[in-house]
């Protein structure tokens, strides 16, 4: 079986990357500065294709690129990558940073969930008390 790993995208704060890493032992958690393969520079389509080919991990992509959505040809590379891909939004932005990090790690478990669980491949954390994750 091959295993799961998170993948946090340049627009993503590191540091929440590095939280969750240090949180999880049974998945990898890596940010895209942290893989050799992409350049600061990598056009989203690229990395989506490469992630989506890699065949020693199945990635689940964490991203606050609230724009990747409303292009329509990274939108398309997100819907054919086939990975699990989960939006923070806008409303994510403008919070401290401690409190991105504590709300992340209380929705994670329902992240993981839903990235093994759900066949909808697309999904948005809505930011708030319930940090409600719904299909986009």
């Known amino acids: 079986m091959t295993p799961t790993g998170f993948f946090f995208d340049r627009c993503c704060p590191e540091k929440l990357a590095a939280v969750i890493k240090a949180y999880e032992d049974d998945q990898e958690v890596r940010f895209f500065d942290d893989d050799g ?5 990598t056009d989203d389509v690229d ?5 989506s080919k890699d065949q020693s991990v199945r990635w689940v992509v964490i991203s606050m690129d609230t724009r990747i959505l409303k292009k329509p040809h990274e939108r398309q590379a997100v819907e054919e990558s086939g ?6 939004g ?3 932005m403008d919070i401290p940073m ?8 209380k ?5 993981v969930r839903t990235a093994t669980e759900q066949r909808h491949r697309v999904f948005e954390v809505r930011y708030g008390s319930s940090l409600k994750i719904e299909k986009r």
């Open 83 to 88: 990975l699990p891909f989960f939006l923070l």
């Open 37 to 41: 393969r992409f350049a600061r520079d």
């Open 107 to 111: 929705a994670w478990p329902d992240i």
């Open 90 to 92: 806008s409303a994510w």
């Open 47 to 51: 990395w989506l294709n490469t992630l």
């Open 98 to 105: 401690h409190d991105k990090c504590w709300k992340l790690l």
